[in-house]
């Protein structure tokens, strides 16, 4: 068969597999509504700007003459830096977001459709609410600006996403301020919540009007107290001195009183930790940098426990399963590390930039290319190896090898060979002494 690139790639067929959430038509369709595609006939389509841009940065480049390089070899056309650097500007940006949310859609609909229900199942799914800071050139600290240290301004941005452990897709990814706390981002999640579900999340999310809405609306929660909020006996509505209560029994599993204004009727669970995680948790509050924290005897006598604020009732999870679903929060945390260490998300951003919308453009390209990896190809391998059942993909091994191959993946079309590498490179370590994170979640799942 003949083709059009002078690498010898079939670029009609050949990557359909990896790249069927990305056809031509809804691309140009959306293309030509934010303005990026403005003639018929574009020297650069928005499809292979994007698919050129996924396979630069699969060997961990980012420059505009090798970006150029592989929409070349993508399309048979020769292609210039100049032609790439010329496309970074504001409608990209647009056209590159709208993609990504209509990608996220497309994903979630999908998802629903071949969602099984288990009759055991105690959540319709689980949920994982959190957001990572992503590190950017002190360059760009005027277009992004961060935190200061020793009085010279930074650069960062945030990522904000929910995303559903139970389908392993994302509701949504959201680009913040740095200065967006997770407090006041707190009721973003609501709108991608429906009854029976169950959100997981950091004490910093825990607003209490937030947490007043997600009541209302029946979805259960599972969340960290933080220092700030206070607790009310449910008959006497005094405040309860939880470090008194604990030295008379190290375990509390009891309903109170959340809040000095609203007192929202919930669920408290303290357990305590062990003494290594008491200790270390102890160390990094002294080495806290801001002295406006508290940190006063009690609250140092409060590390020594996990408090949980709940609407779940006892009836449904014991205390000890509160604390297990809750520790299902470490894959957002695993998902945050792959982006970093395996995408190498922080270090492809060029240092020096003066152009707003290459940054942005880079950072909604490189969400589209983890979202693909998570909602397609990763979802896909997935579901083939699961006859295996001794067999469980390991996100981060499955992240370094998408990155390390994505080219031939593109380019080659060998399904046997592809998944017996996947058996032995991408998958956890059969071990009898302790369960792997798949086989922590299907326990609690069932």
Same mark, same amino acid.
């Given at each position: 068969?003949?083709?059009?690139?002078?690498?010898?790639?079939?670029?009609?067929?050949?990557?359909?597999?990896?790249?069927?959430?990305?056809?031509?038509?809804?691309?140009?369709?959306?293309?030509?509504?934010?303005?990026?595609?403005?003639?018929?006939?574009?020297?650069?389509?928005?499809?292979?700007?994007?698919?050129?841009?996924?396979?630069?940065?699969?060997?961990?480049?980012?420059?505009?003459?090798?970006?150029?390089?592989?929409?070349?070899?993508?399309?048979?056309?020769?292609?210039?830096?100049?032609?790439?650097?010329?496309?970074?500007?504001?409608?990209?940006?647009?056209?590159?977001?709208?993609?990504?949310?209509?990608?996220?859609?497309?994903?979630?609909?999908?998802?629903?459709?071949?969602?099984?229900?288990?009759?055991?199942?105690?959540?319709?799914?689980?949920?994982?609410?959190?957001?990572?800071?992503?590190?950017?050139?002190?360059?760009?600290?005027?277009?992004?600006?961060?935190?200061?240290?020793?009085?010279?301004?930074?650069?960062?941005?945030?990522?904000?996403?929910?995303?559903?452990?139970?389908?392993?897709?994302?509701?949504?990814?959201?680009?913040?301020?740095?200065?967006?706390?997770?407090?006041?981002?707190?009721?973003?999640?609501?709108?991608?919540?429906?009854?029976?579900?169950?959100?997981?999340?950091?004490?910093?999310?825990?607003?209490?009007n937030a947490l007043e809405k997600l009541n209302l609306k029946g979805v259960y929660s599972i969340s960290r107290k933080n220092s700030q909020i206070k607790l009310y006996d449910i008959y006497?509505?005094?405040?309860?001195?939880?470090?008194?209560?604990?030295? =008379?029994? &190290?375990?509390?599993? +009891?309903?109170? #009183?959340?809040?000095? @204004? $609203?007192?929202?009727?919930?669920?408290?669970?303290? !357990?305590?930790?062990?003494?290594?995680?008491?200790?270390?948790?102890?160390?990094?509050?002294?080495?806290?940098?801001?002295?406006?924290?508290?940190?006063?005897?009690?609250?140092?006598?409060?590390?020594?426990?996990?408090?949980?604020?709940?609407?779940?009732?006892?009836?449904?999870?014991?205390?000890?399963?509160?604390s297990e679903l809750y520790g299902l929060r470490w894959r957002i945390e695993i998902i945050f590390k792959s982006w970093k260490s395996c995408f190498s998300l922080e270090k492809l951003v060029?240092?020096?930039?003066?152009?707003?919308?290459?940054?942005?453009?880079?950072?909604?390209?490189?969400?589209?290319?983890?979202?693909?990896?998570?909602?397609?190809?990763?979802?896909?391998?997935?579901?083939?190896? =699961?006859? &295996?059942?001794?067999? +469980?993909?390991? #996100?981060?091994?499955? @992240? $370094?090898?998408?990155?390390?191959?994505?080219?031939? !993946?593109?380019?080659?079309?060998?399904?046997?060979?592809?998944?017996?590498?996947?058996?032995?490179?991408?998958?956890?370590?059969?071990?009898?002494?302790?369960?792997?994170?798949?086989?922590?979640?299907?326990?609690?799942?069932?």
């Amino acid at each position: 068969m003949k083709t059009n690139s002078h690498s010898g790639i079939k670029s009609q067929c050949k990557g359909k597999t990896v790249f069927r959430e990305f056809t031509k038509k809804g691309i140009n369709k959306l293309a030509q509504q934010c303005g990026y595609k403005k003639r018929n006939r574009g020297k650069i389509k928005a499809r292979n700007l994007i698919i050129g841009f996924m396979m630069m940065i699969s060997k961990k480049i980012n420059t505009y003459e090798a970006w150029a390089s592989e929409v070349s070899a993508l399309t048979g056309k020769a292609v210039t830096r100049q032609a790439i650097e010329n496309r970074m500007k504001p409608e990209t940006t647009t056209m590159l977001k709208m993609i990504l949310d209509e990608k996220l859609r497309e994903s979630l609909n999908q998802k629903k459709m071949e969602r099984v229900k288990e009759s055991a199942a105690k959540f319709k799914s689980i949920k994982l609410e959190d957001s990572t800071i992503l590190n950017l050139p002190k360059e760009l600290s005027e277009v992004f600006p961060g935190n200061v240290s020793q009085g010279e301004k930074g650069s960062q941005a945030k990522i904000h996403t929910l995303y559903n452990y139970t389908e392993n897709t994302f509701s949504f990814l959201q680009l913040c301020n740095y200065t967006d706390n997770d407090q006041s981002l707190a009721s973003t999640a609501l709108p991608y919540l429906n009854e029976g579900d169950l959100l997981i999340r950091d004490m910093g999310f825990l607003v209490l009007n937030a947490l007043e809405k997600l009541n209302l609306k029946g979805v259960y929660s599972i969340s960290r107290k933080n220092s700030q909020i206070k607790l009310y006996d449910i008959y006497t509505e005094k405040e309860i001195d939880l470090v008194k209560e604990l030295r =008379k029994k &190290h375990c509390i599993d +009891k309903i109170v #009183l959340v809040g000095k @204004s $609203k007192k929202l009727k919930m669920r408290l669970v303290i !357990l305590p930790v062990s003494s290594e995680q008491a200790a270390e948790r102890r160390r990094k509050a002294k080495k806290d940098r801001d002295k406006r924290l508290n940190h006063n005897k009690e609250y140092y006598e409060l590390l020594g426990y996990t408090i949980f604020i709940t609407n779940i009732p006892e009836t449904l999870c014991k205390a000890k399963e509160i604390s297990e679903l809750y520790g299902l929060r470490w894959r957002i945390e695993i998902i945050f590390k792959s982006w970093k260490s395996c995408f190498s998300l922080e270090k492809l951003v060029p240092s020096k930039c003066e152009n707003p919308a290459r940054i942005y453009s880079l950072i909604y390209l490189m969400l589209l290319y983890i979202l693909l990896f998570h909602a397609v190809w990763y979802k896909v391998y997935q579901s083939k190896l =699961k006859r &295996h059942i001794e067999l +469980k993909l390991s #996100l981060l091994k499955m @992240s $370094k090898f998408f990155i390390q191959h994505f080219y031939l !993946l593109v380019i080659l079309d060998k399904e046997n060979k592809l998944r017996k590498q996947l058996k032995s490179q991408c998958c956890y370590d059969i071990r009898n002494d302790r369960l792997n994170a798949m086989e922590k979640y299907e326990k609690m799942a069932a």
